[in-house]
């Protein structure tokens, strides 16, 4: 007869404790639901600014080297340092883009800051996008 009266008592507690398991069991098959679309949809974003400044620099390397750019253009020697620096800034970004890696969002700021230096040094104006942040 005791035992009835404890289950009795207890079923609040019971139910709590189960309804937390289940809670807990849904909650971390859809944060890793979440989490992957997340990181996918953030991943491409990173991909598509990193391929930009790549193709950008690709671009300007080669009109520079042609003689295409108009007379408001003037490349000074600090400009291809400063090309220079952004193409390995963009190369070892690349060669270590892994989540472990703990540098990235600083490197990224590296690479942005040189973009933007680029541009002054060119003359070019440069829509500012949303980028991401870390």
């Known amino acids: 007869m005791d035992d009835l009266f404890d289950s009795v008592l207890h079923v609040e507690s019971d139910m709590m404790n189960k309804g937390y398991r289940e809670g807990m069991a ?6 890793i639901s979440e989490g992957r679309e997340l990181g996918l949809k953030k991943g491409f974003e990173l991909g598509s600014e990193i391929g930009y400044y790549v193709a950008w620099v690709q671009m300007w390397r080669q009109i520079l080297t042609n003689g295409q750019a108009g007379s408001t253009t003037t490349t000074q020697p600090r ?3 400063t090309m220079d ?3 390995r800034l ?3 970004y690349i060669s270590h883009m892994a989540p472990s890696y703990e540098r990235l969002g600083d490197d990224l ?9 680029l541009c002054n040094q060119l003359g070019v104006v440069h829509k500012k996008e949303d980028t991401l942040a870390f």
């Open 85 to 87: 620096k952004l193409d």
């Open 79 to 81: 400009t291809g340092k």
């Open 26 to 31: 849904h909650g971390r098959s859809s944060g």
């Open 90 to 92: 963009l190369t070892e």
């Open 109 to 117: 700021e590296d690479i942005r800051r040189h973009y933007k230096m």
